[in-house]
């Protein structure tokens, strides 16, 4: 058996907070524990931390500073962090921590290092020239220091390959998602109706997400309208919040049936099973609008664990968590009819639909859950240091 690992974790995104990074940083860290390595978490303070904290089987060190500036407020902490902790090796949730590393270097820590990759955090660039060319030379000597980079997705592996990472320097290790959390739940869904006024006989097409342009909310809504005669029994439920909330609603107020959308605002996260279960098919078609773009989406596999066909665009990273007309339907980044075109056929062919869902819960349970995700980085690390 392979010797486990005292693994530094670091993560700039980390819960209380909620988001796409905090939930695969706190995964990983819980399930790379079940696997029985000692984990030490640093992460940013943040309010309500402390009860988060006190309920992990990690420890978890908090740095004063905000999420963008950890790794160089780590700069002063990491030499002494590394003496009491004594770790192994160090992960790096996203590569602009790194700092930290680099300092630890400098001071004589020898131990591999790692990093996962996602996407934004690679395309994301001053857009003055002159703070462009200082950035780019800081970033290119931080990224030199990993062993391996762990992209989320073919696409994200392509970034870094773009940034001169090699090849050899990078595995590809898909997101998960939890299939005891997120699983059919008939009477929650039907709860959630009830709740929301939504009636029985309706098709419930639904999005979560965070409410920014690239998320393709507005194309949605789009689609929606094009079907009001096709599928008028349609119900377009948007759970989320963000900076283009007004900009949807009054969309949504200028079309003719604007009563069959419903923006409900942030769902709880311990709501989401019930917002799936309630839904016939979760719908999110992503825009690539750089340095924004989808480097995965774990909402899918969340829907797809609930036994719930999807339908996606083919933006960034989004291909590996969706396979087409198997667990779900992919679209054109953009294309509206054809987003309609996908959302009517799944309203005539329920029993496909249903056939898409219960293969993604099969491949969640198979493969896309954090257990074998940590599995896989598990087995990487502890191959890198024999």
């Known amino acids: 058996m392979a010797e486990k690992r005292s693994i530094l974790f670091i993560s700039q995104d980390f819960p209380p907070e909620i988001g796409g990074i905090h939930t695969y940083s706190a995964e990983l860290a819980n399930n790379l524990s079940a696997l029985g390595h000692k984990v030490t978490v640093i992460a940013p303070e943040k309010s309500e931390a402390a009860l988060f904290d006190e309920k992990q089987p990690y420890s978890v060190i908090r740095i004063r500073s905000s999420n963008s500036l950890l790794g160089l407020k780590l700069i002063i902490q990491i030499r002494s962090i590394i003496r009491t902790h004594k770790p192994d090796c160090i992960f790096h949730a996203q590569w602009n921590s790194l700092a930290a590393s680099y300092v630890a270097r400098v001071f004589g820590y020898h131990g591999p290092i790692f990093c996962a990759a996602h996407a934004r955090e690679l395309l994301l660039e001053p857009s003055l020239p002159i703070l462009n060319s200082l950035f780019r030379i800081y970033r290119t000597l931080l990224m030199r220091l990993p062993a391996v980079y762990y992209p989320v997705s073919v696409y994200t592996q392509k970034v870094l390959l773009r940034l001169g990472i090699g ?117 999110m078609v992503p825009q ?99």
């Not at 699983?183 to 409410?211: C, M, W, Y």
């Not at 094009?226 to 609603?249: F, S, T």
């Not at 087409?324 to 075109?341: F, N, Q, S, Y």
Request: aromatic content about 6%; some cysteine; proline content about 6%.
């Open 167 to 283: 090849l050899h320097n990078t595995q590809i290790i898909n997101n998960g998602t939890d299939p005891v959390f997120f699983s059919p739940d008939v009477a929650s869904g039907q709860e959630f109706r009830k709740t929301h006024a939504i009636p029985k006989n309706a098709f419930v097409l639904s999005t979560t997400a965070r409410l920014v342009q690239r998320k393709g909310v507005g194309i949605v809504i789009e689609a929606v309208e094009r079907l009001k005669e096709k599928i008028p029994c349609l119900v377009y439920i948007i759970a989320g919040d963000g900076p283009e909330k007004q900009n949807l609603q009054s969309q949504i107020n200028r079309i003719s049936n604007a009563g069959s959308i419903r923006l409900i605002g942030k769902v709880p996260f311990q709501n989401l099973p019930a917002l799936y279960n309630a839904s016939n098919v979760f719908v």
């Open 288 to 386: 690539t609008i750089p340095p924004d773009v989808e480097g995965f989406g774990i909402v899918y596999l969340e829907a797809n664990a609930c036994s719930l066909p999807v339908i996606a665009s083919d933006s960034g990273g989004v291909p590996d968590a969706v396979l087409h007309m198997e667990t779900g339907i992919i679209v054109r980044e953009g294309d509206t009819k054809e987003l309609a075109d996908a959302i009517l056929f799944l309203f005539q062919n329920p029993d496909r639909g249903k056939k898409m869902g219960h293969l993604g819960r099969r491949r969640v349970l198979d493969e896309l859950n954090w257990r074998n995700t940590a599995q896989k980085l598990s087995n990487s690390i502890q191959h890198y240091n024999q």
